[in-house]
Structures are given as structure tokens and as C-alpha cells.
């Protein structure tokens, strides 16, 4: 699989995404109960090496200990690295706060350090996200690479306009503007594509199957048509057979070999 150059380090255009793993499926109870009965940590680990097989060289999660331990066991058994794009994101699987979660993704060295948009959507005045600057900052001193996720064009737009210093973005893009349910915000899939290709930083483009509301095909063909080179995909896979159709699908739309 082809790969992306985030601040010259090297990512596969399409990366995996741990939603589905941890049960959230963002579709239904029943789908999320399903998923985290199978997704034991060994099932996991047989998840990420079939995502190796297609080229896929990272991980995309949020920051806990279980995640860590799996692709640390990864590594010694494969000699190919395995790159991690960490979020602070604060949710059930662990219980760090924002904070903490910062603190153990500098001090593991997540490849890419996320600042989730539980901390930068929040409700702002003045036009700034307090505390930002100081987070980049960090992670900028710490030799990583720095990023964000937001759900929000808005946020977007600031981060550009306050030149935070952010280097990447993680940011929902697909045909039908599904973000997860309850989202409250306006963005349609046309403002979305315009932001993606109007911002020369890379993206890190999530919710490109709707959470299992678009077919794979579809999906990701719209993705990697509205998005730049640059733009790099995160794939919430649930099941070997999911990641081996979807990366297929990738590869032939990409014009390579699987």
C-alpha cells in the first residue's frame, strides 16, 4: 500500500481505526455487544497483522494501556514498525483523564499526539482554544508530531487562523455527513470536502463508512476521491474479513496489488 509523509514520516494511506474494537459502534447496541465479545486481545492482534499483510503501518486509538500492550507484543514478533496515532480522548477504556492521557502519549512516543475534540470543540470565547498552544508546544518539544480531532469545520478554520502550529487533522468526511448520533452541528459533505482540500496540512479522514451506514465500496471511493494525496484514511475495521474486503477494495481503487 502506498504511503503518506506527515511531517517526513511515512504512514499507509489507509490506517486502522479501534472504534469497532473497543464497541463502539456508533449503530447499535446490539452491533457494540457483538463487537466487544469477539474483540479479545488476541483476536486484536490477528486484526492488526491482517492489516499488515495489505501495508497498513499504523494504529489509530485512543491512549490505553491495553492497546499499548497489544502493539507492543506486535513489535517483537514483526520487524516492520508499527507506528501509533494516539488521542487523549477521556472514554471507558481506561481511566485516564485528558491530562494523563497527554502525559502517557509524550511519554510513549506516540508517533502522532492527538489532542481530541473533547478538548478543542469545547464551548470557547474570545476566538481561541484555551491551552492549545501549550499542548502543541509540548508535543512540538517532545519531537512528535502534533495533531488534532474535531468534528467541526469551525474548529478547523481557527486552528489555521490562530496558527496553533497544529500538523495534522482528524476530521469526518463521507457522502452522507454522518458524524455520530446526536451530533448537533450543520457541515455538509460539499463544506466538508472544501475544507479538506483548502487546508494543505494533511487529514487523518474518519468516519468514511458512516459507521457501517455506507457500503465499503461506496465509501471509500468517495473518500479518496475528495480528499488530497496527503490525506490519510482510518478504517474502524470489526473483523479480519472486514479488513481484508475494505483493504482490498482500497488497493484495487488505488491501482495496487494486494
Do not use: W
Amino acid at each position: 500500500m502506498r504511503t503518506v509523509s506527515v511531517n517526513g514520516e511515512s504512514f499507509s494511506k489507509v490506517v486502522l481505526g479501534t472504534n469497532a474494537v473497543y464497541g463502539r459502534s456508533h449503530f447499535s447496541d446490539a452491533r457494540s455487544k457483538e463487537y466487544q465479545q469477539r474483540c479479545t486481545d488476541e483476536y486484536i492482534e490477528l486484526l492488526i497483522e491482517t492489516c499488515m499483510k495489505f501495508g497498513v503501518n499504523a494504529v489509530e486509538s485512543s491512549a490505553n494501556e491495553r492497546i499499548s500492550r497489544i502493539m507492543s507484543e506486535l513489535q517483537h514478533k514483526h520487524s516492520s514498525r508499527l507506528r501509533f496515532i494516539g488521542n487523549t480522548r477521556k472514554d471507558a477504556t481506561s481511566d485516564m483523564g485528558h491530562k494523563q492521557k497527554f502525559g502517557y502519549l509524550i511519554a510513549n512516543e506516540a508517533d502522532i499526539c492527538v489532542v481530541h475534540a473533547q478538548f478543542v470543540d469545547r464551548p470557547r470565547c474570545n476566538n481561541i482554544i484555551g491551552g492549545l498552544q501549550r499542548l502543541v508546544d509540548e508535543i512540538h518539544a517532545a519531537g512528535l508530531i502534533a495533531g488534532i480531532s474535531t468534528h467541526r469545520i469551525s474548529t478547523v478554520e481557527l486552528c489555521e487562523e490562530q496558527d496553533y502550529g497544529v500538523d495534522v487533522y482528524l476530521f469526518p468526511l463521507n457522502e452522507t455527513g454522518f458524524v455520530y448520533p446526536g451530533y448537533d452541528g450543520k457541515e455538509t459533505a460539499a463544506q466538508r470536502i472544501k475544507t479538506v482540500k483548502n487546508t494543505p496540512k494533511p487529514f487523518v479522514l474518519m468516519k468514511t463508512m458512516g459507521a457501517g451506514r455506507i457500503p465499503p465500496a461506496d465509501g471509500l471511493a468517495f473518500a479518496l476521491e475528495n480528499s488530497k494525496d496527503t490525506d490519510i484514511i482510518t478504517l474502524g475495521l470489526g473483523s479480519i474479513e472486514e479488513a481484508e474486503e475494505s483493504l482490498s477494495i482500497v488497493c484495487e481503487q488505488l491501482g495496487e496489488s494486494t
